[in-house]
């Protein structure tokens, strides 16, 4: 099946997955683009002016591409071998970033280096991806031994914690993706069906009387008692199942009303259209929608863009990048990045798949996990459909601790990859 | 690939594209599909700013300017784009307090049409030195913006009622208007600002700019495709004679009553005075409304427009029109006598008459003003043998009556025309029965008493028809647009009257009697054959009113006039000086007589015409005057004994 004869092999050790290379320098090469003309002001219309927003992105963006290469061009055992160091490490800086950062936007995750900001927060993703894919590769790790799965809960709680810490939620829930990664290694895939029929749940629950609802989910489950009533195991299951969802659907208004803090609770009403004022919490939605929707089909045309022009939409150049998309590349520029996100996705799984160890495949799952997640939130968020969490869109969004953290979280994979076809050979060796 | 585990590989693929498809349907609505959006954004991006145009110039016939415009500021708001103004600061600026702030805030909110994305009026007109202070820190106040807007100034305080003024627009004219004013706009409300609104106002232009979220300007939207540019109101030239105007004003100060003049050939209106008058600046800037209640309550009424809305018995200028119809109706010859014997019998009705020769024929009847004379004519019309019964050749008489502009709407373009009052034969039917009355019922009517009503308007017009000799051309104000405009076409027809040409000769004699050696005869003019008659109209309001009709020069009439003073007495009095001053002023382009008319002028009559308790007769102004010649006037006025009114 591999068939690799010695002049093959002088080019697979080379064996980069160039699509995916070609992939990546596309996304950053529309983001740029993107913030480009977000910031664009035509009487400061330089492409090299270091201090506009679109500068420091390009110096972000060369750094990024250098370090790329160079993490390509590193030994591959230094990833494996030193897992645990760099998750500690970077878990280090991200505990002590709480006394030592900047507050920004109420969250304290950034050093203050020079002029640049650097959010340690976003390198925690490739630390706990590798913590978690050394971990779960080790010798005779069994994934359905409790003392795993609590180890690997850990590992990905760590980082979670500290992050809520600095009363960053949105990059906190992002280690919540690596429950796909669990997932493939060998969560029973019920556990994510519960996980969502919760969600749904949690959502219905904040639309509807809670009474109500219970009463539906018993008359359901009432049903699906009667149908399946010669199989007793599917019976406890359901009841159980009917019985958790009770009392969550009872336990989020209470959630809701006292444990949220007031913007979390703005943000889900505005998700979910609850009396929202327009002027002020469900002000960015709305522009946000209104600058994607007046794109229409074919989009404004690059730079033409009225409600970027008019800096309608805050944060245009971080977290809500997508709108510049939508509005000046219309449905035909959003849904070539939406087609493209998830091909690329896809591409993470094929190559995730096509490891032959599993720390690779591990690392492999948890980037896709993680890039979906950001794809999922960013533009669910600026269509209306999440609410508003802020976190980047991979590749697009403004922002050099996002970019970088992304570059080196997908060029690990990459080199990784290369490297299977090396590992296979020392096989045949 | 082939492990296991490719199940959940599938499964993962399926969440991916599963949340990737519903974004993309998610996309294709709000892209596609919703125009909302699309909607949104342009009300977002896009701010129209109005264009006012500035409204056309009103000038007199000469091209002398009367009214122009003013530059004035409103501070506007679009509410919906305030955020985190700093209202101390803008309240320091405006120099208002917090209550004031609310207070507008609150007016504004609940005013019709009220939206929080639609730009509307903060504060009307603030001054020069609070927009300078503004214009600079305007980009502190996102959604407060200033809109420049010309309001009216005039040139003298003069000609108020024939010009009108403008206002804001009330609700109903934004409705009228199909939505082309908006709130806080001006129209005009009276006068010619009023009837060529539509062509004074101009074009409103419309100037779309790309906005910010903080409503900073970012230039025009699409270089300005869609803008268009705010046409000017067109120059109206009137027909009005400025010079000739002041000095009627002038003249009428401190009495009531009115002026109009006419040039016969064309209708137009030289001159038209309404006293007292008011001044058109009371009618500009803030003070407006408080200003405008103020004349409103005034009981001398300044804003009665007495020469169109004031009906007043004619007196015996209306003998003029009798003679007239009397020759028509073929019971009247320049040769028919009648005797008086100190007035008109019939029965228990008597018209009473002054002490003059008699008999007299109709050119005498004219100059002397008899009434016996006219009851006579008046009585042959009624009873005419023609007609089978009187209420018929009643409705002839005043089918006559009509063709002189009589009891009829004038074409004339000012609001609010009074159409007189010339009584319908139904109204007689039903006072005294159909076929219970003749002639000597309703005999007043003969010397312009009883139910006839005739604007100052009407006068002058009858006037004109005279001096034309047989039509007028219905009186209007408005001359042409702009500097070498056409006449407007609606003011070419001649309107005949149905009195044949024939029949005007000898009136016209008589009218000229009447100012050689006749009633009128202060008014004489070196130099220029005028031809006249004065009126002297009884009304239950007091005092005579003194009237006087007059065109000159006799063979190519230039001006036709009417003066009326309420309650000033006989015609020769106060009206016929006046009128003849007015005519000396625009056939010579000055007043020699300066005497007479520095009388006129003083003359204050004011308090004949307030309630009865100050009915004293505190003026005596005509004794005083100095000029030898208008003493000897006086003094032969005297002889003549002019009294030409009924006794019945």
Redesign the interface.
């Known amino acids: 099946m591999f068939d690799v004869n010695p002049q093959e092999k002088e080019i697979s050790t080379q064996g980069y997955d160039w699509v995916t290379i070609g992939m990546y320098l596309f996304f950053v090469a529309f983001g740029f683009s993107c913030i480009y003309a977000a910031d664009y002001k035509p009487e400061h219309a330089s492409l090299f002016d270091w201090k506009t927003n679109h500068g420091k992105q390009l110096i972000f963006i060369g750094v990024s591409v250098v370090l790329g290469f160079i993490i390509l061009l590193s030994e591959y055992e230094i990833y494996p071998t030193f897992a645990w160091l760099i998750y500690g490490f970077i878990m280090f800086l991200i505990f002590s970033v709480i006394f030592i950062g900047t507050e920004v936007k109420g969250a304290k995750s950034w050093f203050g280096i020079g002029g640049f900001g650097f959010q340690p927060s976003e390198f925690g993703k490739f630390a706990v991806s590798l913590a978690l894919a050394r971990y779960l590769s080790g010798y005779d790790i069994k994934f359905k031994n409790l003392k795993t799965q609590l180890y690997c809960a850990g590992i990905i709680a760590l980082p979670m914690l500290i992050t809520l810490l600095q009363n960053d939620t949105g990059s906190a829930l992002v280690y919540g993706s690596f429950i796909l990664v669990l997932y493939r290694e060998g969560l029973p895939g019920y556990l994510l069906m519960m996980g969502l029929v919760m969600v749904v749940f949690a959502v219905l629950s904040l639309l509807v009387k809670p009474i109500i609802l219970c009463v539906i989910l018993v008359t359901i489950a009432l049903a699906i008692v009667y149908l399946f009533r010669r199989q007793s195991s599917f019976i406890y299951l359901t009841l159980i199942t009917v019985g958790v969802s009770c009392i969550l659907v009872f336990s989020v208004n209470f959630v809701f009303n006292n444990v949220l803090q007031p913007h979390q609770r703005d943000r889900i009403n505005v998700l979910l259209n609850r009396n929202v004022d327009l002027k002020s919490v469900g002000y960015n939605v709305h522009q946000s929608k209104i600058t994607i929707g007046s794109g229409g089909l074919l989009g404004k045309g690059y730079l033409e863009g009225t409600q970027t022009k008019g800096d309608f939409v805050p944060e245009q150049t971080t977290d809500f990048i997508f709108c510049t998309v939508g509005e000046e590349w219309g449905f035909a520029g959003t849904s070539v990045l939406v087609i493209s996100f998830i091909y690329f996705l896809w591409r993470l799984v094929m190559i995730a798949e096509r490891q032959r160890n599993k720390f690779n495949r591990v690392y492999a799952y948890s980037v896709a996990s993680i890039l979906f997640f950001h794809f999922m939130i960013n533009i669910g968020m600026t269509i209306g459909v999440m609410p508003v969490i802020g976190i980047p869109l991979p590749f697009f969004s403004y922002g050099g601790s996002s970019l970088l953290g992304f570059t080196i979280l997908l060029f690990i994979l990459l080199k990784l990859d290369s490297n299977r076809v090396n590992e296979l050979q020392s096989v045949f060796d | 690939?082939s492990?296991p585990?490719?199940n959940?590989?599938i499964?993962?693929?399926i969440?991916?594209?599963v949340?990737?498809f519903?974004?993309?349907l998610?996309?294709?609505y709000?892209?596609?599909l919703?125009d909302?959006?699309?909607e949104?954004?342009?009300n977002?991006?896009?701010h129209n700013v109005t264009q006012y145009p500035s409204r056309g110039l009103i000038r007199d016939r000469k091209g002398e300017l009367m009214v122009f415009n003013n530059a004035i500021y409103d501070l506007m708001v679009i509410p919906?784009k305030c955020?985190g103004i700093d209202t101390l600061e803008f309240c320091r600026l405006l120099s208002i307090d917090k209550q004031g702030f609310l207070y507008r805030y609150d007016k504004m909110r609940k005013s019709k049409g009220f939206s929080l994305q639609r730009s509307q009026v903060f504060e009307k007109q603030i001054t020069p030195e609070t927009f300078a202070a503004f214009q600079e820190k305007l980009y502190d106040f996102p959604g407060f913006f200033i809109e420049k807007r010309t309001d009216r100034n005039y040139r003298n305080k003069s000609a108020a009622h024939v010009l009108g003024y403008i206002g804001e627009v009330t609700d109903s004219d934004i409705v009228r208007s199909g939505g082309y004013y908006r709130q806080g706009d001006f129209i005009g409300i009276s006068g010619i600002e009023r009837a060529y609104e539509e062509k004074l106002r101009g074009k409103k232009g419309v100037r779309y700019v790309?906005?910010?979220?903080?409503n900073r300007e970012?230039g025009s939207?699409k270089n300005g495709e869609y803008d268009t540019l705010p046409v000017t109101g067109e120059d109206l030239y009137t027909t009005l004679d400025v010079k000739l105007q002041l000095l009627g004003e002038s003249l009428m100060q401190n009495k009531v009553g009115s002026i109009v003049a006419i040039e016969p050939k064309t209708g137009e209106v030289l001159s038209m005075v309404s006293s007292p008058g008011y001044d058109p600046n009371l009618f500009i800037g803030r003070e407006r409304g408080n200003n405008y209640m103020k004349l409103l309550q005034d009981p001398s009424k300044p804003l009665f427009n007495r020469p169109i809305q004031a009906p007043y018995p004619p007196g015996s200028i209306f003998k003029i029109v009798m003679s007239l119809i009397g020759q028509q109706e073929g019971v009247l010859t320049p040769q028919t006598t009648y005797g008086c014997a100190g007035g008109y019998n019939n029965g228990s009705n008597r018209v009473g008459c002054h002490a003059h020769g008699s008999p007299l024929d109709l050119r005498g009847a004219i100059q002397i003003s008899c009434n016996a004379y006219y009851c006579h004519v008046f009585k042959t019309v009624i009873d005419n043998n023609k007609y089978t019964y009187v209420d018929e050749a009643f409705k002839v008489w005043r089918k006559h009556i009509n063709s002189f502009g009589l009891g009829i709407r004038l074409g004339i373009e000012l609001p609010q025309v009074s159409m007189g009052l010339v009584p319908k034969q139904e109204m007689y039917d039903k006072t005294y029965g159909k076929h219970h009355w003749k002639a000597s019922t309703i005999i007043s009517l003969a010397i312009g008493q009883g139910e006839l009503g005739i604007t100052p308007l009407q006068m002058a017009n009858v006037t004109a028809i005279l001096a034309n000799r047989g039509y007028y051309i219905d009186p209007h104000i408005a001359k042409h647009f702009g500097k070498d405009g056409k006449p407007l076409e609606q003011f070419t027809k001649k309107n005949y009257t149905t009195v044949n040409r024939e029949y005007y000769d000898v009136v016209v004699e008589g009218m000229a009697d009447v100012v050689k050696g006749g009633t009128g005869i202060i008014a004489q003019i070196p130099g220029i054959d005028i031809c006249g008659k004065t009126g002297t109209a009884q009304n239950p309001h007091g005092k005579d009113h003194s009237v006087f009709i007059a065109f000159a020069p006799k063979d190519d009439p230039k001006i036709a006039i009417a003066v009326v003073v309420e309650n000033a007495g006989f015609g020769a009095e106060w009206a016929a000086p006046i009128a003849s001053l007015m005519m000396e002023q625009y056939l010579t382009d000055s007043v020699k007589r300066q005497g007479l008319k520095e009388r006129m002028e003083k003359g204050n009559l004011i308090q004949n015409t307030l309630p009865k308790d100050v009915t004293k007769d505190t003026n005596k102004g005509p004794k005083n005057n100095t000029n030898n010649k208008d003493k000897k006037q006086a003094i032969l006025n005297q002889k003549l004994k002019l009294k030409d009114r009924n006794k019945g």
Not at chain 2, 210 to 214: N, S
């Open positions: 690939m492990t585990n490719s959940k590989q499964t993962l693929f969440i991916f594209t949340v990737g519903i974004y993309l998610r996309l294709f709000l892209q596609v919703a909302e959006y699309k949104f954004a342009k977002n991006t896009l919906g955020a790309l906005v910010d979220a903080l970012q939207y």
